[in-house]
Nanobody, 125 residues
Framework: VQPLVESGGGSVQAGGSLRLSCAPAGYMYCMAWFREAPGKEREAVAAIYTGGSITFYTDSVKGRFTISVDNAKSSIALQMNSLRPDDTATYYC?????????????????????WGRGTQVTVSS
């Protein structure tokens, strides 16, 4: 798996939006976004199978975040709307080949073989 590179982080007020990107997006990969806030463990946010339409979300972001594949750019995106201060974290992209994200383990860090260096998202109240 090639090194992953995230982009699109920044600072925004509560209620605002940001769009994160991660490249490259391998074909037939499970790719995911995790986040890590200061003093907290890294947690899964969303995952997508790049060979189909399977997606997964953690409960706290359902209805606010959308993960998608941009085939033209060979990347994945995380559209984040209605951001809240507790969304503040470093967001990491992760990937694993030849896996459709199923099996009930999409949210486990050990499932992913490649990681990006992260991009900071700060939401102020």
């Amino acid at each position: 798996v090639q090194p992953l590179v995230e982009s699109g982080g920044g600072s925004v007020q509560a209620g605002g939006s940001l769009r994160l990107s991660c490249a490259p997006a391998g074909y037939m990969y499970c790719m995911a976004w995790f986040r890590e806030a200061p003093g907290k463990e890294r947690e899964a946010v969303a995952a997508i199978y790049t060979g189909g339409s399977i997606t997964f979300y953690t409960d706290s972001v359902k209805g606010r975040f959308t993960i998608s594949v941009d085939n033209a750019k060979s990347s994945i995106a995380l559209q984040m709307n209605s951001l809240r201060p507790d969304d503040t974290a470093t967001y990491y992209c992760a990937a694993h080949p030849r896996w459709d994200c199923t099996g009930g383990v999409w949210d486990r860090r050990v499932q992913y073989s490649s990681w990006g260096r992260g991009t900071q998202v700060t939401v102020s109240s």
